[in-house]
């Protein structure tokens, strides 16, 4: 459970995290549009050093990166044995207990395991040097054009920052149950199917108990400060465009439409 960084706020000093939260959403959404594009291992090399880049630029570790990355290695592992059983097409890479594995299978497998690793480093990176209050009032910013069309932005911005800031803590409480579950007798990896069903409930029940305190504790403070959606609001921290805020949007549009090149003209 300690592996998942996903949310967790990193405290460094570096260029990265005193940038405007909302040239780092930009830049995200930019970066993962550029995924998508067919451009070949040439494209997903340059977003690769691109983002890597970045996480040296914001201080970040790469060990810090690969902990991300770890609990995706089940549906990694699902989406090769899938593409295996579905794909059978091109060359045959190899043959194992008399069935043939072919190339096309590992080639596709590969695309869709390299754009979820750079989609892990792109997020995680936007999550590390993001405050959750800086990244509820980015979201809210670019979310206001939409309030036209009777979108609430503000509290569109509060439920997914509240859900990042929140993610943490209901890891860390998961491990607390079931190290506690754990000192009772209770065995989460071995012994018989119906045995593991149960072990699982006890700790589902406690976390969702756990949950919904957390919810209400919250609530009841917002309401104590007195939070009401929908109100105007004045802000203490107002949003400023910098230099190098412009250099990443701009940098991000320039790695996006490299791949949009790479991808129909290459």
């Not at 983002?51 to 970040?60: E, R």
């Not at 997914?160 to 190290?179: C, G, N, Q, V, Y």
């Not at 990896?189 to 949950?211: D, H, T």
Request: hydrophobic content about 55%.
């Amino acid at each position: 459970m300690g592996n998942i960084t996903l949310g967790r706020y990193m405290p460094l000093d570096s260029p990265i995290h005193k940038m405007d939260p909302r040239a780092k959403i930009g830049a995200m959404l930019l970066m993962l549009a550029a995924i998508f594009f067919p451009a070949g291992w040439l494209g997903y090399l340059i977003i690769f050093v691109t983002v890597s880049a970045v996480i040296l630029i914001g201080k970040l570790s790469f060990s810090y990166i690969l902990k991300s990355m770890k609990p995706m290695m089940f549906m990694m592992i699902f989406l090769l044995i899938i593409n295996c059983l579905a794909v059978r097409t091109g060359d045959v890479a190899f043959t194992l207990f008399g069935f043939s594995v072919y190339m096309d299978a590992i080639t596709q497998t590969l695309y869709i395991v390299v754009r979820l690793l750079l989609m892990i480093m792109i997020t995680t990176c936007l999550t590390a040097t993001t405050k959750p209050l800086d990244m509820t009032l980015g979201i809210e910013d670019l979310l206001k054009p939409f309030q036209r069309f009777g979108v609430p932005s503000h509290e569109i911005a509060m439920l997914i920052s509240i859900a990042l800031r929140f993610i943490p803590d209901l890891i860390d409480e998961t491990s607390r149950i079931m190290k506690a579950q754990e000192s009772r007798g209770v065995d989460m990896k071995e012994g018989k199917l119906k045995e593991r069903i149960m072990a699982i409930l006890s700790l589902i029940v406690p976390l969702f108990v756990s949950a919904f305190q957390r919810a209400e504790d919250l609530a009841n403070a917002m309401e104590a400060r007195g939070y009401a959606p929908g109100e105007p609001r004045t802000r203490y921290k107002v949003l400023k465009m910098q230099r190098n805020d412009w250099i990443l949007l701009f940098g991000s549009a320039a790695v996006l439409g490299l791949m949009i090149w790479l991808s129909y003209f290459a």
